[in-house]
């Protein structure tokens, strides 16, 4: 994740202590000293949606091999021995899985910290104060459009006004919500209409992702934004958190799955604000880059162990059969071991861009699964040659 208003603003929430502290640099076996990486954990494939870029690919069925309510507890305990700071409960659908709230729960009572990502459909007013009740730390609901190119992408008539409502029932008892936007060629021009919703929704935090090629998303890689396309974007984001800044709105913007935003943030800043330039240089010398199989890892439903949640196709260990710590720290696994010393792996720009030690090579899923080799170039790096010092 960039932390577009904490790089801008210099604002800070809980975030920025494990993507900016300085006890993250050079960590490889979690965000900070003596602490594991977040965790992903899809606590169920099915959904009651059938988004058209779920990384997941999930559909409205059950799916054999769930970890049960005892096993998740197990598995929690696991996680709670490695000091995992955060658990983000994933899917599917979360709250589909009836015992959720349970697991949150106990999951809390150990000390870590519970982040929801939902499509925010299930979460009537009982929900929601159950959620505030036990503590949730977060609960980040998905939008990719406005009302009916919202309902596009979730082939479901009326997901956007029952997602809106979700936040509102959340919004009303308290708890910290947030919304999270896939960008794409479908939706890109809504942008700043979605900064509008979030000012008029009085929604406190946004993430908005890069897509990633994975699960129903491997079928969108001409549906991505072209480079351009992708500066227009992040230049909407970046003006548009100012503005919210100079409005005295408090909102936490963040970008996801692509740390070219970084390099381009720090580039357009250095023209206009140099002093404000050098305070985001200390900031990503600090975070690294991209910190998948480091900082971030995946649980799937069935308690297979991956890199991240869109790297399902390498599984490295099952929280059934090994300690999550033990399977975290594997010294033989190539793919586990490679992302945590990457550098001499990567190939093509990625190899010889200037920006290697802020980047850490973007996003392996995406090289994958456009060149069939994981070490390749991200090609959704949208740095031209001459910024990234090849031309």
Known sequence: MIGISKLLNNSSNYGDQLRYSKEAKGKVHGTHLNHGPVVVWNVTRTCNLNCIHCYSSSENKKYSNELTTEEAKTMIDQLADFQVPVLLLSGGEPFIRPDILELAEYSIKKGIRVTFSTNGTLIDKETARKVKEIGVGYVGVSFDGIRDKHDEFRRSAGAFDKALQGIKNLIEVDQRVGLRFTINKHNHLQLNQIFDFIEKENIPRACFYHLVYSGRGSEMVKDDLTHEETRNALDIIMNRTLEFQEKGLDKEILTVDNHADAVYLYLKTKE??????????????????????????????????????????????????????????????????????????????????????????????????????????????????EEIGLA
């Open 272 to 385: 206009t604000n140099p002093t404000q330039a050098e305070y985001i240089w200390e900031m990503l010398q600090r975070n690294g880059g991209n910190r998948s199989g480091i900082a971030i890892a995946n649980i799937d439903y069935q308690g297979y162990v991956h890199p991240d949640q869109f790297t399902q196709n390498h599984t490295l260990g099952n929280v059934r059969e090994k300690h999550f710590g033990d399977i975290w720290t594997n010294s033989d696994h190539p793919i586990l071991v490679g992302l945590k010393d990457r550098k001499s792996l990567l190939k093509g720009r990625c190899a010889s861009c200037k920006w290697l030690d802020v980047c850490n090579g973007n996003f392996r899923p995406r090289a994958e699964a456009v060149t069939g080799d994981f070490w390749e170039s991200d090609p959704a790096c949208y740095l031209t040659d």
